[in-house]
């Protein structure tokens, strides 16, 4: 990719008058988004099942699924506004807390009437004028904008808002230029981010061949008895989760009304790769009642969806606290002499565990939990401490290698992304001059 700092300069700038954009080209002009914008606000009325359902996200604006909704639907859309394609889609309200809020509609639609659509004059690209505030709603430059505790932005204050644009030619070249180098960043980004998936589902071969067959390929192998797990080495064992560790332990607590400091987990704190945030801590005689307590050295699992599936799950052996508390959607384990915390944390994070769990989960649709029974009756492959030490051990080597990998490709990724930022930033502020040649590379 070329620098950005040796694409061509406009031959001419002039001062912008605006702080934080420094200095124009010449040729381009200051209007008034009055003479760039006009207010839509046509109402579907009763006609709104002929309309597609449209949503402002940070994909953009995408069409959404009637038939198999999401989230929160309206009794009735009489109310909701049409869309046209090459319309804009605006959010002029809670503008500093939305991370998307601005929208370029490639559909004709219908949106909720709380957003705000305008339509273009001629003699402008509308490809450009979305790169124009993608770039200014991604560093939230209409903050003095704002009113109300709200943050909202009156429609008059936007129409009175002076958009920098250059003539039309230019808008095109800009926005072609844009259209072709965000495409080829875009595809750059897809395939370094499914790399990292690949390099996921790699570490999750790891575990299920470490908990069903250990290090060793050519030892003798027997057959499990469960279908699912397969054979397994013949030294091993398969036994119920229950005769390895206890379910839902006792914690010893001196003083549940104490103001002792304890670690608090709520379930946001555990990610999917067993890391805990241990950056809240609150009194005991906060949390003693009415949440899961856990010892230093438990493990914890995610019970309900999507949380389990998705494998929430750790061992906690550097818990800061002796005991802490958290969310009651965890169940709690706590180790025998048969078993070791790392070990049994490889087990119930292993596909394994969550494709039987995911199987025997109860209860209504998002709220699905998976139940005790199934913690204690699952079949576990178990060989001696001494060989879980040994899987563990090496588990953690190859899982390294993978994350230093991971960590790199995750680095080319915010670079991408840096490089993004900048290039349209600079071509829509008129920083670099953006060629017939530099369209045709």
């Known amino acids: 990719m070329m620098k950005i700092s040796e694409m061509p300069k406009y031959e001419v700038y002039k001062d912008s008058g605006v702080e934080w954009l420094g200095d124009i080209p010449a040729s381009w002009s200051l209007l008034a988004n009055k003479h760039i914008f006009r207010l839509k606000k046509k109402q579907v009325g009763k006609r709104s099942s002929e309309y597609d359902l449209l949503s402002l996200t940070l994909r953009g604006v995408i069409k959404r699924d009637m038939e198999n909704p999401e989230g929160k639907f309206p009794a009735e859309f009489d109310t909701y506004q049409e869309v046209q394609c090459g319309d804009f889609i605006f959010c002029l309200f809670d503008v500093e807390e939305t991370p998307r809020t601005v929208g370029l509609s490639p559909f004709n639609g219908m949106i909720t009437g709380a957003y705000t659509v305008f339509e273009l004059n001629d003699n402008f690209d509308n490809r450009f004028l979305y790169y124009f505030y993608m770039n200014l709603d991604a560093k939230k430059m209409l903050k003095p904008l704002y009113r109300g505790l709200r943050n909202t932005i009156p429609k008059d204050s936007f129409l009175s808002f002076k958009t920098f644009v250059p003539p039309h030619e230019q808008q095109t070249r800009i926005a072609n230029f844009l259209d072709k180098k965000i495409a080829l960043i875009d595809e750059a980004i897809s395939i370094k981010e499914k790399q990292i998936n690949l390099l996921k589902e790699h570490k999750q071969i790891i575990i299920q061949q470490a908990v069903t067959q250990g290090l060793d390929p050519n030892v003798p192998m027997k057959d499990s008895g469960v279908d699912w797990i397969g054979d397994i080495p013949e030294h091993w064992e398969v036994v119920p989760l229950k005769r390895l560790a206890v379910l839902s332990p006792s914690v010893k607590v001196s003083n549940r009304k104490s103001k002792e400091l304890v670690t608090f987990l709520a379930m946001e704190k555990v990610s999917t790769d067993g890391f805990i945030d241990q950056d809240t801590l609150m009194p005991i005689c906060d949390v003693s009642q009415g949440f899961t307590v856990f010892n230093r050295g438990d493990v914890i699992v995610a019970k309900i969806t999507p949380c389990f599936e998705n494998g929430k799950s750790a ?68 060989p001696g401490v001494a060989e879980q030490e040994k899987i563990v051990s090496k588990v953690k080597e190859l899982f390294s290698q993978i994350d230093v990998v991971v960590a790199s490709t995750v680095n080319q990724i915010e670079k991408l992304k840096e490089y993004k930022t900048t290039l349209i930033n600079s071509a829509v502020t008129g920083k670099i001059k953006i060629t017939p040649e530099m369209v045709e590379q």
């Open 315 to 382: 061992w906690l052996n550097n818990l800061q606290t002796e005991f802490g508390y958290g969310s009651t959607e965890f169940h709690v384990l706590r180790c025998g002499q048969r078993i070791i915390g790392s070990f049994l944390y490889l087990i119930v994070s292993s596909p394994l565990f969550l494709n039987a769990g995911e199987a025997m989960m109860t209860g209504s649709a998002g709220q699905k939990r998976v139940p005790s029974s199934f913690i204690q009756n699952f079949p576990t492959a178990i």
